[in-house]
């Protein structure tokens, strides 16, 4: 398509406008019609323009530059370097991501007394009116131009210019200056750079390793749906061979793990609580619990696989297995955990049974990229909405799900992370924002010590798996508060409870494994899961003793993965979201969540 010809150009003008014209003069033309010497007007004209053109391009070239210019202010003056490189350093502005400050608003805050100075379109701090900038050419002079700058004279004294000096002093001046920096007048840039010029490995390192750790941990999460595609087994709460103690096989019924039957009594009832021993060989008669958190991990991997590969066979599946928990009349369950739990004995289950729905948000999170396909069947969601309007209604009303609420320990914790994924998905987001507020108190404050112990898990008699498993619960809680607005990651307590202590008190026994851990603790200290944690850490706090662990356990973890001794996963995807996302409100990091539990 041809350009337009601008309006103002030469060639859009009538070519009449530049025929010559009789000028009116005493001085009659020559006969030829020029001015005398032989020159027309045309000459005289072009010949003007021409100097004129000559002049004003010597004078811009070689004339004064900007810098000598005594009557342009600073913000006028031509930069001479690059401004993004050569920045200069911002000593009163909180940077976003500044490690001694937690403020996580993307614009300057107000601090303390002098509240004007955070205000970038107010009027200058009182620094500022202190020390004012001056124009080029002028003789005040700011702290931060001193020795730069010459010293101030009497008029009747003669100056000596400085001698020049060599690279060398120069850059001795310079370090001497850097030294002179407090950690405080640091710059996000400034310690960028020097953490960049540090790192043995190169940018090519850096895609080299992001490509390496993608295709294998997308290899793993196809392989896994793959595996899922292939299972054509029924995945329904109708399939037990025993029913609720309500009679309805559409009721979710699952038993208590830590729960045998009793030596005492001829029937064996009521049953006795062995913690941290599993009744194995009975719960497994009852499937409902393993088929509701497997149909729940397939979906999400299912979901993941489509969103990496575009092949809609894993969508097609994921549909088939919706439809078979949550809407198909003859496998459907209904939307309670009444008998959750159970005790054999009992016409209820309890508080605990709650759990077992707490991973639905990695459905919610595969829903996110299925919705995208133009074949998604468009009643899918407001049907799983509606069922789970239903739900939340059970667990916002039902005596088991208050209780299970008022725990002070992981069972409270992950009430919250399921109730607060819920919220979510129903589009109630105030809701699942005050749930995240009053975590800041009723699960941060309450759960976690000074020290960071927990003492609720420390009871246990697997007090290792559960002071991980509930630090797992209440990161996962500080992810959704990421996308809710609400701080967990750097919230303290009064006594300066917080969920980075409880990291922090874990560590140092990763190194004795476990021989340290102040607590009697059954069945070992298995560190996988702790591992977790830790690389989603080092992501938010960027604290050095969390790498120097991680590359302590990594072998070791993957060792037992060769073995066939723990289940083969990658962290890459959680890892890098958590390093775009880490404390961006609003983040949404779906691939995020699954990592943790």
């Known amino acids: 398509m041809m350009k337009k010809t601008r309006p103002n150009s030469v060639s859009a003008l009538p070519l009449h406008q530049f025929k010559d014209k009789p000028i009116s003069s005493d001085r009659p033309l020559s006969a030829t019609g020029s001015l005398p010497g032989g020159l027309n007007l045309r000459k005289v004209i072009l010949g003007a323009g021409g100097i004129l053109f000559v002049y004003i391009l010597l004078s811009t070239v070689f004339g004064p530059g900007p810098e000598h210019d005594s009557n342009r202010t600073p913000s006028t003056l031509r930069p001479e370097t690059d401004p993004y490189l050569n920045a200069p350093i911002d000593h009163d502005t909180p940077h976003r991501y500044d490690n001694n400050n937690k403020d996580t608003k993307p614009y300057p805050v107000e601090n303390g007394d002098n509240k004007d100075s955070r205000n970038p379109w107010g009027s200058p701090s009182e620094k500022e009116q202190k020390q004012p900038v001056a ?307 009723g699960r941060i404050n309450r759960q976690i010590k000074a020290d960071g112990s927990q003492p609720g898990e420390l009871e246990r008699k697997t007090s290792w798996y559960y002071s991980v498993f509930n630090l797992q619960a209440l990161m996962t809680l500080a992810r959704w508060g990421d996308d809710l607005g609400v701080n967990m990651w750097d919230h303290e307590g009064p006594d300066g409870q917080s969920i980075k202590k409880a990291i922090d008190f874990m560590l140092p026994h990763v190194y004795t494994n476990g021989e340290t851990w102040p607590v009697p603790n059954i069945k070992g200290y298995p560190m996988g899961d702790y591992l977790k944690c830790l690389q989603i850490a080092w992501n938010i706090y960027g604290d050095a003793e969390y790498l120097k662990a991680i590359k302590y356990l990594q072998p070791k973890i993957q060792a037992q993965m060769d073995a066939g001794e723990l289940k083969t996963i990658s962290t890459f995807m959680c890892d890098i979201s958590t390093l775009m996302e880490a404390n961006v409100r609003g983040g949404q990091g779906f691939i995020w969540h699954w990592c943790l539990t």
Request: net charge negative; glycine share 6%.
């Open 135 to 441: 124009p080029a050419g002028s003789g005040s002079e700011s702290n931060d131009d001193k020795g730069l700058k010459e010293p101030a004279v009497e008029d009747d004294e003669q100056v000596t210019p400085p001698p020049a000096t060599n690279n060398s002093e120069e850059e001795e001046e310079e370090e001497e200056e850097d030294e002179e920096l407090t950690e405080e007048e640091e710059t996000l840039l400034s310690l960028a750079i020097k953490a960049r010029n540090k790192s043995p490995a190169s940018y090519v390192d850096l895609l080299s390793a992001n490509r390496r750790e993608r295709d294998y941990a997308i290899a793993l999460i196809v392989k896994e749906a793959d595996t899922a595609l292939r299972n054509e087994q029924v995945y329904s709460v109708t399939n037990k061979g025993q029913t609720a103690p309500s009679g309805d096989k559409h009721d979710y019924l699952s038993l208590s793990k830590y729960y045998w039957p009793n030596p005492n009594t001829p029937d064996h009832l009521p049953y006795i609580r062995k913690d941290g021993h599993i009744n194995k060989a009975e719960i497994d008669t009852v499937e409902d619990y393993k088929l509701l958190r497997t149909m729940i991990r397939e979906v999400h991997m299912m979901g993941m696989a489509y969103h990496f590969t575009g092949n809609k066979d894993y969508m097609t599946k994921c549909i088939s297995r919706l439809n078979e928990w949550f809407f198909d009349e003859a496998t459907y369950m209904k939307p309670n955990i009444n008998f959750g739990s159970l005790q054999k004995g009992q016409p209820f289950g309890v508080r605990t049974g709650v759990l077992d729905m707490f991973t639905i948000f990695r459905v919610f999170d595969a829903l996110h990229y299925l919705k995208q396909d133009p074949t998604w069947p468009q009643e899918m969601i407001p049907n799983l909405q509606k069922w789970f309007t239903e739900y939340v209604g059970w667990l916002e009303t039902s005596p088991l799900a208050k209780a299970e609420r008022a725990g002070n320990n992981n069972h409270g914790t992950y009430y919250d992370v399921q109730l607060i994924g819920v919220y979510l998905f129903l589009g109630r987001t105030d809701e699942a924002r005050a749930v995240a507020e009053a975590g800041l108190k």
